[in-house]
T-cell receptor, first 111, second 114 residues
Framework: RKEVEQDPGPFNVPEGATVAFNCTYS??????FFWYRQDCRKEPKLLMS???SGNEDGRFTAQLNRASQYISLLIRDSKLSDSATYLC????????????FGTGTSLTVIP | EPEVTQTPSHQVTQMGQEVILRCVPI?????FYWYRQILGQKVEFLVS????????KSEIFDDQFSVERPDGSNFTLKIRSTKLEDSAMYFC????????????FGAGTRLSVL
C-alpha cells in the first residue's frame, strides 16, 4: 500500500474557479504533513504545512483530519500561475527523518 | 535568500560508469536528503543524513548508492555502476535544526545514463 495517495488528475479549471485536492496517508505514525508545488521539470517547493486546526495562506487553505488520515488543499480564485503539480507529503521521524511524497495532482488553470 | 545548490545541472554518463552528484546545502542546516524522480513519476526518498551518518534510507538506496559529506559544505551522492534505469532527476534537500521537518530543495541534477 502506498504511504501517500493522491488523485493524479488532471484538473482543468477556468480562472477564478475554486478547486480542491485530496490526499490520504496510510501510516498513522506520520507526524507532519505538507503541500508542495512542483512546476514542470523543476524542484518541489513548499507551499504550506497542514494542521488539524486548518490553516490558510491567502487563497490557499489546507486541512488535516487525523482520524480519517486525510489531507486537503483548497485553492480559491484560481490564477493562471497556479498551474502546476501539487504534491502531498507526509513526514515521519523514527530512527531518522523520512518524507513520503504522493504522486502529485496536476492542475491547469485555463484563461 | 539562502538556497541549496546542485551541480552539475545535467550529467550524461555511460552505463556501468560511476557518477558523483554534488550538493551544497544551506549553510546552517544539519539535515540532508537525496531524492530521485524518474520522468513522469513521483518524487522518491532515497536517504536522509544527520550528524555525519545515514539516519534513514529507502529500499531504493542499495549498495549501488553511497553518500558522503566530505567537508563542511558539500553533500554528495555516488552512484556506482550506473544502469539505464538510474536515469532520473536527483534532488538534494536540506533542513534546519529548529524545524527539521521543513526542507528546502535544490534545482536538481538530471542524470542521463546511455
Amino acid at each position: 500500500r502506498k504511504e501517500v495517495e493522491q488523485d493524479p488528475g488532471p484538473f482543468n479549471v477556468p480562472e477564478g474557479a475554486t478547486v480542491a485536492f485530496n490526499c490520504t496517508y496510510s501510516n498513522s505514525a506520520s507526524q507532519s504533513f505538507f503541500w508542495y508545488r512542483q512546476d514542470c521539470r523543476k524542484e518541489p517547493k513548499l507551499l504550506m504545512s497542514v494542521y488539524s486546526s486548518g490553516n490558510e495562506d491567502g487563497r490557499f487553505t489546507a486541512q488535516l483530519n487525523r482520524a480519517s488520515q486525510y489531507i486537503s488543499l483548497l485553492i480559491r480564485d484560481s490564477k493562471l500561475s497556479d498551474s502546476a503539480t501539487y504534491l502531498c507529503v507526509a513526514y515521519k521521524s523514527n530512527t531518522g527523518n523520512q518524507f513520503y511524497f504522493g504522486t502529485g495532482t496536476s492542475l491547469t488553470v485555463i484563461p | 535568500e539562502p538556497e541549496v545548490t546542485q551541480t552539475p545541472s545535467h550529467q550524461v554518463t555511460q552505463m556501468g560508469q560511476e557518477v558523483i552528484l554534488r550538493c551544497v546545502p544551506i549553510s546552517n542546516h544539519l539535515y540532508f536528503y537525496w531524492y530521485r524522480q524518474i520522468l513522469g513519476q513521483k518524487v522518491e526518498f532515497l536517504v536522509s543524513f544527520y550528524n555525519n551518518e545515514i539516519s534513514e534510507k529507502s529500499e531504493i538506496f542499495d549498495d549501488q548508492f553511497s553518500v558522503e559529506r566530505p567537508d563542511g559544505s558539500n553533500f554528495t551522492l555516488k552512484i556506482r555502476s550506473t544502469k539505464l534505469e538510474d536515469s532520473a532527476m536527483y534532488f538534494c534537500a536540506s533542513g534546519g535544526v529548529l524545524a527539521k521537518n521543513i526542507q528546502y530543495f535544490g534545482a536538481g541534477t538530471r542524470l542521463s545514463v546511455l
